[in-house]
């Protein structure tokens, strides 16, 4: 049955005029997106193929690239690029907000975004949030890139980004491919390297993020800073 068919405090559409955005379901969000469905699927069925194709997780979608996208029937180029823009506009609305306020102010707005940027990478990557004097970012830099299970970093080139950004404050992030969100003893060790490395010049280490998938886990909360 089309959408057009169901009564209307059913319709997606209909039901955030009436309830507001965040009443509806992931997939009655991506039905509205999506506008129709294809033969013997309406666009609420099909949103909930394409949510199931990365089991539910909306980072794994928001960062699937377009082949995989129009991997399901009824997602073609054109509505798969759509789609990708509307996730970029998503990272940069928070991207923006973070220039715009106190970082520390929204932890739970950086931890999407991080999880947006790093969760679903195969590789590991290390990044540095740069932030000025009232925790306002200045600059997001992946620093290194490494192998699916280590990196290397280099505190060196770190001050040395420190200062070219002429940065206050900093909040580190890395993801962990294999999925576990734990800091090891290693990444526990680089912190503190890194913490006492860049104190001789007045950058304070704020945070430091693990991300696997959906889970960001923060040095801060662990009392590991």
């Known amino acids: 049955m089309a ?7 059913e319709r997606p559409r ?19 997106f999506l506008r129709v469905g294809v033969r013997g699927k309406s666009a609420v069925d099909l949103a909930r193929e394409l949510l199931n194709q990365f089991e539910g997780d909306l980072a794994r979608l928001a960062a699937a690239p377009l082949n995989e996208l129009t991997k399901l029937s009824g997602i073609g180029p054109a509505k798969a690029s759509q789609l990708a823009a509307i996730l970029e506009l998503a990272r940069r609305a928070l991207s923006g907000a973070m220039v715009q306020r106190d970082v520390l102010g929204s932890p739970e707005s950086v931890r999407q975004w ?25 600059a997001y830099e992946e620093l290194f890139r490494g192998t699916l299970t280590q990196t290397s970093v280099y505190p060196r080139e770190i ?3 420190a200062l ?8 580190f992030a890395h993801n962990h491919p294999s999925g576990v969100a734990e800091p090891s003893r290693a990444d526990e060790t680089l912190t503190q390297s890194l913490k006492q490395a860049l104190a001789l010049i007045d950058v304070k280490v704020l945070d430091h ?17």
């Open 164 to 171: 070219a950004c002429n940065a206050a404050g900093v909040l």
């Open 114 to 138: 991080l999880r947006l940027k790093l969760g679903t990478l195969p590789h590991e990557v290390f990044a540095a949030l740069w932030l000025d004097a009232q925790n306002r970012l200045i």
């Open 209 to 225: 993020f693990i991300i696997a998938g959906n889970t960001a886990v923060s040095f801060a909360e662990r009392g590991l800073l």
């Open 14 to 32: 209909e039901r955030l005029l009436q309830l507001g955005v965040a009443a509806l379901s992931n997939a009655e969000l991506l039905a509205i």
């Open 159 to 161: 001050v040395k980004h």
């Open 3 to 9: 959408i057009t068919d169901w009564p209307d405090n």
